[in-house]
Each structure stands twice: as structure tokens, then as C-alpha cells.
């Protein structure tokens, strides 16, 4: 069973990957995945690996890093699937602790219904969970679920993990261009993701080569509508849309200083003038930075804002 990484994540600092399933078992078919389209969807927990193997690996795969001088920040599971799948995760992460590094998984939240999938993720030390919508129609027309989901069930579900919980609970909505992005539709997601208090609810739109061509990215206009929304609802919201890899908090420099803190959320303009300001930054930056391609600015409830440009 492959671990793989170690890789550095803006979320998790640096990441071992572990891979608990194999490629493409999925309870969903997003058509934004960057897997491609779910060869093998089931609903149905089982048995992929022995998880002692999985362990021993992982073992092995930490000892080399460790002669390197590398200590990964989380073991986290973000395999080629759906990891609540595996009817042994609760094991492996039993397993994994004795590493004494905390444990993440990256879950759909499409079984978090079952009780024993919410005492399975009760072991991780960070868990984050997909709300693309709580719309059936545009759940539907974004994850593609297996026939057997019911989302009222996956919401109770994430409700009910979210109120047992002990350890870091954060959400990821994952934003297609005329699907999921509407202000409606984002005011409803936002208000369930409010009464779920994730300590950071993650705002995404597909920033790699997706499962099906016409799902479209969402523009920054969109994505700083979006994060309006959600901190209107009261939540600590982030945009991830292709930064992650080096918006760590810029170089010292006030123009990079203001790049990484609008790689992650929009900034009003009289704020980002206050910001540049106090940092020395000489007059008409925050334009220099927009002719030079570097921000983008939108306009939310007659506001200004600014928002790093996505990569191409
Ligand atoms: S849940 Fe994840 S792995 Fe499954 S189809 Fe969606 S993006 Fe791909």
C-alpha cells in the first residue's frame, strides 16, 4: 500500500501521504475530480489492505525521512478514493499514533452517516469534510453520487460528527462555475457549514485538469463573493485555488506580504491600502499590482476587494 511525499501543503504543513485505496474506488464521481471518472463506485465499506503492512510502511517511509532530518507535521490520508471506504481505517490509525505524528483525513463526507465511519474519523487528529452543496440538484450535478447516498443523511451525518468531535474539524466546498457558485445557493451552504463551526471552512475551485472538461473554475470575482458569504455566516473561511504551494506569508516584502494574505482571502481596498501603508510601500502599489497581473479586483455589497489572480 503506497505512502507517498513527503509533500508541503499551506493546510498541513508537511504531509505523508498515505493511499488506503486503490485507484479509483469512490462513493462519488465529481466532475472536478483530478483522478478522472470513478472507475469502481461503491457505497459499500470493505477490506483493501492489511493494515499492518500499511503501518510497517509508513514505519520505514518516516525512518528514512527522519536520517534526512524530516519530520512530517501529519500522516494524512488522501488516497486515490474515498479513505472512509477502507473498513480498516480506524485500525491504521490506531496503528499510525504509535509514530507519535498527528493524523489527518481528507474524506468526501459521504458515509459520515454510518456510525462507525464518525468513530473511525473520532481517531484522526484533523479531519476535513467536502460540503460542495446542500442543494440536492447541484450535489447531484457537481459530486455525482453512488445511487445509494441520500444527502440528507451525509448533512445529518457531518452535523453529528461535527457535535462529537474532539480534534480538527475543517470543511472543503469546492466551487464549479455556474453549478454550486450561485449567491443563493452559497448562502444556504454557508449556513449549514455555520451550525457545523469547522475551524476553517476551505472555499476551492479546480485548479488542475478535471474528470470533465466543462467543469469550469469559478473566476475571483466569484471566489470573493463566495468568501463574503461565508464570513457574512460567521465562518473562518480560506480560498484554495492554486497558491497553496507557496503562500506561506510571503518574503518579508510588504507587495509579497499582501500577495500571500490575498492568495488565501480577499482584502477590502481600504484595508490593503492601510496594510501597504504601514508597511512602507510606496504610493499606487496595490494598482501596480493589478496592471502587473498579480491581483484582481472585484466588487461585493459595494465594496472593493482584492484577490491574488489564479494561475492559468
Ligand atoms: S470524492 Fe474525491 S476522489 Fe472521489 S470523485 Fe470526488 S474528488 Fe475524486
Known amino acids: 500500500m503506497p505512502v507517498f511525499g513527503p509533500v508541503p501543503s499551506r493546510r498541513l504543513g508537511v504531509s505523508l501521504g498515505i493511499n488506503n485505496i486503490p ?7 465529481c466532475v472536478y475530480c483530478q483522478l478522472g471518472r470513478t472507475s469502481s463506485m461503491t457505497a459499500e465499506r470493505r477490506y483493501f489492505y492489511p493494515p499492518a503492512g500499511l503501518a510497517v510502511e509508513a514505519g520505514r517511509k518516516l525512518d528514512k525521512l527522519a536520517a534526512a532530518g524530516v519530520r512530517p507535521d501529519y500522516l494524512t490520508f488522501v488516497p486515490d478514493g474515498e479513505p472512509t471506504l477502507d ?5 491504521e490509525l490506531e496503528l499510525l499514533k504509535k509514530h507519535g505524528i498527528k493524523t489527518a483525513v481528507i474524506s468526501n463526507a459521504s458515509l459520515v452517516f454510518m456510525p462507525e465511519v464518525r468513530r473511525d474519523l473520532a481517531l484522526a487528529d484533523l479531519v476535513s469534510l467536502k460540503v460542495d452543496s446542500v442543494d440536492e440538484e447541484a450535489w447531484r450535478a457537481v459530486d455525482r453520487p453512488h445511487g445509494a447516498l441520500k444527502l440528507r443523511d451525509i448533512l445529518e451525518g457531518v ?6 468531535y474532539k480534534g480538527r474539524l475543517v470543511t472543503e466546498t469546492m466551487l464549479v462555475k455556474g453549478v454550486n457558485d450561485g449567491e443563493p445557493a452559497l448562502r444556504r451552504t454557508a449556513a449549514f457549514l455555520a451550525g457545523v463551526k469547522p475551524a476553517m471552512a476551505y472555499i476551492l475551485t479546480p485548479t488542475r485538469p478535471p474528470a470533465e472538461p466543462g467543469a469550469e473554475k469559478c473566476g475571483e470575482e466569484a471566489m470573493t463573493a463566495a468568501w463574503n458569504i461565508f464570513s457574512s455566516a460567521g465562518l473562518a473561511a480560506e480560498i484554495v485555488a492554486g497558491y497553496e504551494g507557496n503562500a506561506f506569508g510571503g518574503g518579508g516584502r510588504p ?10 482571502h480577499p482584502m477590502r481596498e481600504d484595508a490593503a491600502e492601510e496594510f501597504l501603508g504601514r508597511a512602507g510601500a510606496a504610493p499606487g502599489t496595490l494598482g501596480e499590482l493589478v496592471r502587473r497581473g498579480l491581483l484582481a479586483r472585484s466588487v461585493f455589497g459595494g465594496a472593493v476587494f482584492y484577490l491574488r489572480k489564479f494561475g492559468k
Request: hydrophobic share 40%; net charge negative; with cysteine.
Open 87 to 91: 473498513v480498516n481505517l480506524g485500525m
Open 255 to 264: 507587495e509579497e506580504e499582501l500577495l500571500a494574505i490575498c492568495s488565501v
Open 159 to 164: 452535523a453529528s460528527f461535527a457535535r462529537e
Open 23 to 29: 485507484p479509483k474506488h469512490c462513493t462519488y464521481s
